[in-house]
């Protein structure tokens, strides 16, 4: 079945990251563009990792993950080559609210990591609901090639609108045709 796809904000929840390689690297890099709440329990830490978390003040524990440890957490991604340490931590959290993520392991996820782009403000998600992570990929490097340049200073200026202006049918109206032009001016052939 496929995943829904819905985004979820970060800001005040904990997420543990089980791992320090280098699968556990480009899930951390993918994390923090949303947060910096991330703690990393790993038993041996790579250069790139030890650098990322110093830079951006995560907590790094170099350590063996510990028993029911995720149940502190409100997100936990196991990137570790231990299958059984996957389904584990899954299982403990079974009975609680937290979302788990197997890198590699669909059997043990509440959710998947999409292949995604970010500019700004605006964030495109391309998900093959876990079939070819690689198609995701090669298709959202194609898709980015297309965006023009200007996007995020356009929804900057749609975000201090969105503050000035009242809300009602003039405001949707003028946002309505502000995007119109946009498109039109960015994208030709749209």
């Known amino acids: ?3 829904f796809p819905a985004f979820i904000q970060l800001e ?3 997420v543990l990251l089980v791992g320090g390689g280098k699968i556990a690297k480009d899930k951390l890099e993918k994390l923090i563009d ?3 709440e991330i703690v990393i329990v790993t038993k041996e830490v790579r250069e790139e990792i030890y650098q990322i978390s110093k830079d951006n003040c995560l907590t790094l524990l ?3 993950y510990r028993a029911r440890e995720a149940l502190e957490y409100d997100i936990v991604v196991v990137a570790t080559d231990t299958i059984n340490l996957h389904r584990q931590i899954f299982e403990e959290t079974r009975e ?3 979302l788990v993520n197997s890198v ?3 059997d043990y996820c509440d959710f998947i990591f999409p292949s995604y782009l970010k500019r700004g403000d605006l964030t495109v998600i391309f998900s093959t609901s876990g079939v070819s992570p690689a198609f995701a990929k090669y298709i959202r490097q194609w898709f980015e090639e297309l965006l023009p340049d200007g996007i995020d200073n356009f929804l900057n200026k749609m975000k ?3 503050g000035e202006l009242p809300k009602g049918k003039n405001r949707m109206i003028l946002f309505d045709k502000m995007v ?3 498109i039109k001016e960015k994208f030709p052939r749209a």
């Open 34 to 36: 949303f947060t910096k």
């Open 180 to 182: 119109k032009e946009f």
């Open 160 to 162: 201090r609108l969105r």
């Open 12 to 14: 005040n929840r904990r």
């Open 96 to 98: 609680s609210r937290v």
């Open 1 to 3: 079945m496929p995943y």
């Open 104 to 106: 590699d392991n669909k």
């Open 62 to 64: 170099v350590r063996p």
